[in-house]
T-cell receptor, first 112, second 108 residues
């Protein structure tokens, strides 16, 4: 366990479904991130939250909707996804101003 | 946009040999980090080297940084089967940006 917990580990959803990914960190960090990892592509930064405020939205389609109710929890709400959205979604946290990121184990999402 | 590019994309070596992976990047950085990822899992932070450092060691890991060439290398000495994983460099300028990774396979 890295201190960053993601649930669920695996998710299969239809294109009309609505689901949410959850990330929780127990490290006292104040910055949290969502990354998307597709096959043979670099990790793509999706969203950044610093002190619960969204500070970056990396041109992510509106079918992905993040929520950060407090500095320990981060959600990614999904609706009307496309098959090309199938990927490993990774959450990470860090102490703002510090250097290393701590990653969760990811949620493997398959859109059918 | 992609910042780091690892080379080679895949590497297979015998257990006990040394493994060297390279990373090139394009813009100015504050520091460069190496991460490891086991298949389908999250990334684990291995080592960080700051822009004013040239070499850093951590156990069997040795990282070099050449800011004039915008390149870094990760050396794993005396490789073990458990080192089989993908290795990513990540550069920190305004944000953490990853390369596509090197898939390392250690053959027992």
């Amino acid at each position: 366990e890295t201190g960053v917990t993601q649930t669920p580990r695996h998710l299969v959803m239809g294109m009309t479904n609505k689901k949410s990914l959850k990330c929780e960190q127990h490290l006292g960090h104040n910055a949290m991130y969502w990354y998307k990892q597709s096959a043979k592509k670099p990790l793509e930064l999706m969203f950044v939250y610093n002190f619960k405020e969204q500070t970056e939205n990396n041109s992510v389609p509106s079918r992905f909707s993040p929520e950060c109710p407090n500095s320990s929890h981060l959600f990614l709400h999904l609706h009307t996804l496309q098959p090309e959205d199938s990927a490993l979604y990774l959450c990470a946290s860090s102490q703002a101003g510090a250097d290393g990121y701590t990653f969760g184990s990811g949620t493997r999402l398959t859109v059918v | 946009s992609q910042q780091g590019e690892e080379d080679p994309q895949a590497l297979s070596i015998q257990e006990g040999e040394n493994a060297t992976m390279n990373c090139s990047y394009k813009t100015s950085i504050n520091n460069l980090q190496w991460y490891r990822q086991n298949s389908g899992r999250g990334l684990v932070h291995l080592i960080l080297i700051r822009s004013n450092e040239r070499e850093k060691h951590s156990g069997r890991l040795r990282v070099t940084l050449d800011t004039s060439k915008k390149s870094s290398s990760l050396l794993i000495t005396a490789s073990r089967a458990a080192d089989t994983a993908s290795y990513f460099c990540a550069t920190v300028g305004e944000k953490l940006t990853f390369g596509t990774g090197t898939r390392l396979t250690i053959i027992p």
